[in-house]
């Protein structure tokens, strides 16, 4: 479903953040990027989602080779593909429900689709409560949960996540973990970079690490560090 074939990016500063990476990603896969800070983790996820281009390689996303899609093709792309942030990248003026539905106006769903959809993911991720509050008055991890809402609420089928739980205490952000494996349950392929050491140890997943933008491992069920 996704395939990097020998990808290097180099900055315009002429940093090197990616060197020669080549993967592929199944369909209903669940991945780990794992790295320290620097690593490269979020320079792989823009590229797939083509807010930059490679500067060597090409990058396949259901067979098609999106390495130089025109700009007129990019939402197209995009609509196949659900971000989550760190920093959750809510609209602060939309409720929780506007927030979800607009997600939805954007690709020109009916308001039909809308009134039924937006109240069946917003269950789902536990918010059905909160439909009507602005992100001011959510905790982190709810905020986080209208993120997910949103992202999915499309149904795409790869949902990108960069450092989830990155602003979210240990409690929280597994219950952030335990929704992104019942999206992935669902058949969604999940793709997320992460330092969070525990939750890739206790989650038994494929884990890719990359270090100073080279792939060092790439196992079926890893942990955060090399045990075995
Ligand atoms: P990570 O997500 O693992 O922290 P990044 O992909 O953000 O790593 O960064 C990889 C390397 O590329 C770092 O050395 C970083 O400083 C550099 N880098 C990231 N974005 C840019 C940019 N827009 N311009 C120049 N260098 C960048
Ligand atoms: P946490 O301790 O997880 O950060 P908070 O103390 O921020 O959570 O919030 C606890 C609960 O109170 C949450 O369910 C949140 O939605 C609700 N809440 C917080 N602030 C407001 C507010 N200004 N208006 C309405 N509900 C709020």
């Known amino acids: ?3 990097l074939h020998n990808i290097t990016k180099i900055y315009p500063n002429n940093v090197t953040a990616l060197k020669n990476i080549s ?3 199944e369909k209903g896969e669940f991945v780990f990027i794992i790295g320290s800070s ?7 996820l823009k590229l797939l989602l083509k807010e930059i281009e490679p500067t060597e390689g090409e990058i396949i996303i259901n067979d098609k080779n999106i390495t130089h899609l025109k700009k007129k093709e990019i939402p197209f792309l995009r609509r196949k593909l659900g971000v989550v942030f760190q ?5 602060p003026n939309k409720t929780v429900y506007e927030n979800v539905a607009f997600a939805m106006q954007i690709v020109e769903a009916t308001p039909k689709e809308i009134r039924r959809n937006v109240p069946m993911v917003l269950s789902m991720v536990g918010l059905a409560k909160k ?3 602005y992100p001011s008055q959510l905790s982190g991890g709810e905020q986080q949960r209208t993120a997910l809402a949103r ?9 990108i996540c960069d450092e989830p739980t990155g602003n979210l205490d240990p409690l929280t952000s597994w219950e952030i973990m335990k929704l992104l494996k ?15 050491k525990d939750i890739v140890d206790k989650m038994k997943k494929r884990v890719i690490e990359i270090k100073e933008g080279v792939l ?6 890893g942990g955060y560090s090399d045990e075995d």
Do not use: W, Y
């Open 216 to 221: 060092i491992r790439d196992l079926q069920k």
């Open 151 to 159: 992202a999915i609420v499309n149904n795409p089928p790869i949902l």
């Open 23 to 25: 993967l592929s990603i």
């Open 131 to 133: 439909a009507r509050c």
């Open 87 to 91: 920093d959750f990248r809510l609209l």
């Open 1 to 3: 479903m996704i395939e």
């Open 38 to 44: 620097g690593s490269g983790k979020s320079t792989l």
């Open 182 to 196: 019942d999206i992935n349950d669902r058949g969604t392929t999940v793709i997320i970079a992460t330092h969070e």
